[in-house]
């Protein structure tokens, strides 16, 4: 492992991530951890909105932090959740979950191991 610091100033955000409705801004924890765990800023890309399909990830540990904005989950045996700027989730490794709505201005940290998972329909 290595040692890392990220700056807002020196990362861009790509529309290259998991979904296309997200642009995603590596924070570098990937590279220093030599895939044993990412982290990036997601922030909501203009005039998309989230599909609502099913989903699952083979993750060991997913974390969401809700910076601003607001972000509408349905997870199984949960029911819709409200995630709100200063909101925290964790999504049990395998969780059935699916992501309703989002604002316009959502922008939110996610913090996943390991680095590279399998996401599948559910």
């Known amino acids: 492992m290595r040692f890392n ?3 807002a ?5 790509k529309a290259d991530g998991l979904r296309p409705y997200f642009e995603y801004r590596d924070l570098g924890v990937n590279d220093a951890t ?3 765990a990412v982290m990036h800023v997601i922030r909501a890309r203009g005039g998309h ?7 699952r990830h083979g993750v ?3 974390l969401v932090y809700v910076l601003r904005g607001w972000v509408r989950f349905e997870y199984e045996g949960q029911g819709e959740v409200l995630l709100q700027a200063g909101s925290c989730v964790h999504q049990p490794p ?5 992501e309703i709505e989002h604002s316009a201005d959502l922008e ?3 913090i996943v191991l390991p680095a590279t998972f399998e996401t599948s329909p559910a």
């Open 9 to 13: 100033a020196s990362g861009e955000f």
């Open 34 to 36: 030599d895939g044993a």
């Open 49 to 55: 909105q989230a599909g609502g399909d099913w989903h």
């Open 108 to 110: 939110l940290i996610e």
């Open 60 to 62: 060991q540990l997913q």
């Open 5 to 7: 610091v990220s700056h």
């Open 94 to 98: 395998g969780i059935r979950h699916r």
